[in-house]
C-alpha cells in the first residue's frame, strides 16, 4: 500500500466548466476525510465519510459541489460550474477509526482561469 | 467552535540551532488532541507530533518535542539540531476527541514557514 493517492496532481480549468477529484485512501480506512487548502491558508475541513455514507458536510460545501464515496473506497470531489475562488488545494486524508491518526495524499492542485 | 492562532508567519533557523514555533488555541471542550504537522514543498501533509490533552507529559518525538500548557492553551513545537529537511510550513492542528459516528476533524492554524539555512 503506497498511502493515499490523489488524481490529478494539477487541474486548470476555465470558469463555468465541471471537474473531478478523486482519492483513493488506504485500503483498510474506513474514515475518509475531504480539506481545502487556500494560498497562505491551513486546511479546512470539507466532508468526511465513514465506508460510503457521508456523515458530516462543511458550510464551505456549497451546493456545486459533491463528494461520493460509493462501495466504501474511492471518494470523487466534483465542483461544478467552477468559479475563481474555488483556486485551492485539494487534499483527501484517511484514518483506520476514532483514535488512529490521518494518512493525507499529497493533494489536487485546483486553478480556475 | 475552535479556534487555532499561529502568529508567526515565517522562522528562519541555522542549522544545528533550535527553534520554538508558537502555537495557541480557543476551546470550551476538555477532551482533545493537539498536532503539530510539517508540509513540506511536495505538498503532502506529514505527522510530526501529536498530545493528548489529558496527559500533562509533554510529547517527544526524537529531535521535536512540544510544551503544551493547557490552562494557558498554548501549544509550542521546539525543533533541536535543526536539519535543513526540516524546511517546510509547520501547522498546529486540534481535534476534538470524538466515538465512532464523529467526525474528529482537524482544526489547523494558518502555518509558518520554516526556513533552515546553513
Known amino acids: 500500500d503506497t498511502g493515499v493517492s490523489q488524481d490529478p496532481r494539477h487541474k486548470i480549468t476555465k470558469r463555468g466548466q465541471n471537474v473531478t477529484f478523486r482519492c483513493d485512501p488506504i485500503?483498510?480506512?474506513?474514515?475518509l476525510y475531504w480539506y481545502r487548502q487556500t494560498l497562505g491558508q491551513g486546511p479546512e475541513f470539507l466532508t468526511y465519510?465513514?465506508?460510503?455514507?457521508?456523515?458530516?458536510k462543511s458550510r464551505l460545501l456549497s451546493d456545486r459541489f459533491s463528494a461520493e464515496r460509493p462501495k466504501g473506497s474511492f471518494s470523487t470531489l466534483e465542483i461544478q460550474r467552477t468559479e475563481q475562488g474555488d483556486s485551492a488545494m485539494y487534499l483527501c486524508?484517511?484514518?483506520?477509526?476514532?483514535?488512529?491518526?490521518?494518512?493525507f495524499g499529497s493533494g489536487t492542485r485546483l486553478t480556475v482561469v | 467552535a475552535q479556534t487555532v492562532t499561529q502568529s508567526q508567519p515565517e522562522m528562519s533557523v541555522q542549522e544545528a540551532e533550535t527553534v520554538t514555533l508558537s502555537c495557541t488555541y480557543d476551546?470550551?471542550?476538555?477532551?482533545?488532541?493537539l498536532f503539530w504537522y510539517k508540509q513540506p514543498p511536495s505538498r503532502q501533509m506529514i505527522l510530526v507530533i501529536r498530545?493528548?490533552?489529558?496527559?500533562?507529559q509533554n510529547a517527544t518525538e526524537n529531535r521535536f518535542s512540544v510544551n503544551f500548557q493547557k490552562a494557558a492553551k498554548s501549544f509550542s513545537l521546539k525543533i533541536s539540531d535543526s536539519q535543513l529537511g526540516d524546511t517546510a510550513m509547520y501547522f498546529c492542528?486540534?481535534?476534538?476527541?470524538?466515538?465512532?459516528?464523529?467526525?474528529?476533524?482537524?482544526?489547523f492554524g494558518t502555518g509558518t514557514r520554516l526556513q533552515v539555512t546553513l
Open positions: 492542528a486540534f481535534m476534538k476527541r470524538g466515538g465512532t459516528g464523529t467526525a474528529s476533524k482537524l482544526t
Open positions: 498530545q493528548e490533552a489529558y496527559k500533562q
Open positions: 485500503s483498510e480506512h474506513n474514515r
Open positions: 465519510f465513514q465506508n460510503e455514507a457521508q456523515l458530516e
Open positions: 486524508a484517511s484514518r483506520a477509526g476514532p483514535q488512529s491518526g490521518y494518512t
Open positions: 476551546t470550551s471542550e476538555n477532551n482533545y488532541y
